[in-house]
């Protein structure tokens, strides 16, 4: 067993939570047991998770998408008040972090995108350089690539773009970054890669010329999570099971 506070003191200290503006606070959100034994990590704190990880019997339940999004109603009602309080009736803590995640350089989601992939990081781009530049394990036409994602994902990615010309050098973005594709142009790649798509990022990948794969949201977005969980359980000598509540997203 360790300390709550010794476990969130290291995460926010990895993961330099302080240097980005988030949609959402990163850290602990709900405070339940003063000391860990067993994390259970997953994508998003939906019911679903909080259920499974109270049967597993954790006492710190880790994700990416936690509570509290900005924009959202502050009111503790309806479905959150259902989630908050099964945490707390199982005196289970509730370990969020967002953007930090995504653009930690080992362990966040698109450096462990990457490694599931077999890509070559070779620079960063955008916002708080969350997204990464690079290349294929080999040149792939673009028919090739969606078959190597989907494989590699388990999950059937969806292709836009016109030719089927080698690509070699790509970006990637997880989660909801489709708009990250409007600073490709300058990067040198021919290929971008991220979890969703929106209406405009298929007239955009037409008229650049650059090839868009949409591998889902959930997807891309199981790794850094799993990563962040295996560290904690190395660090502490604690317990650590990953829990994928599917999302076709």
């Known amino acids: 067993m360790v300390q709550l506070a010794e476990v969130v003191k ?31 990590s997953g994508v998003t704190a939906s019911q679903a998770l909080i259920e499974a990880a109270v ?14 999004w900005k924009g959202e109603s502050a009111r503790i009602t309806g479905i959150k008040r259902r989630r908050i309080a099964r945490l707390l009736a199982a005196d289970m803590s509730l370990l969020a972090y967002h953007l930090p995640l995504d653009a930690h350089p080992d362990i966040g989601n698109n450096a ?30 673009s028919a090739e690539l969606v078959q190597h994602i989907s494989a590699r994902l388990g999950r059937q ?30 990067l040198g790649v021919q290929a971008y890669i991220s979890g969703e798509m929106s209406e405009q990022t298929t007239h955009f990948a037409r008229e650049a010329g650059i090839h868009y794969v949409s591998a889902g949201h959930h997807a891309t977005e199981r790794y850094g999570v799993q990563a ?15 829990i994928d509540i599917d999302n076709p997203v």
């Open 112 to 141: 462990q995108l990457a490694r599931r992939l077999g890509l070559e990081v070779e620079g960063r781009f955008g916002r708080d350089e969350l997204g990464m530049v690079g290349r294929l394990p080999r040149a792939m036409t």
């Open 55 to 68: 049967e597993s019997k954790a006492d710190l339940l880790l994700v990416h998408h936690g509570f509290f």
């Open 10 to 40: 290291f995460c926010d200290q990895l993961l330099d939570v302080d240097a980005f503006h988030d949609y959402a606070p990163n850290g602990l959100q709900v405070e339940g047991a003063a000391q860990v034994g067993k994390i259970v």
């Open 228 to 242: 962040l969980g295996e560290l904690l359980a190395r660090q502490f000598g604690l317990t650590h099971q990953f």
């Open 157 to 186: 990615a969806i292709h836009l773009g016109e030719g089927d010309e080698q690509i070699e050098r790509v970006a990637w973005c997880t989660g909801a970054a489709q708009g990250y594709i409007e600073a490709t142009p300058g």
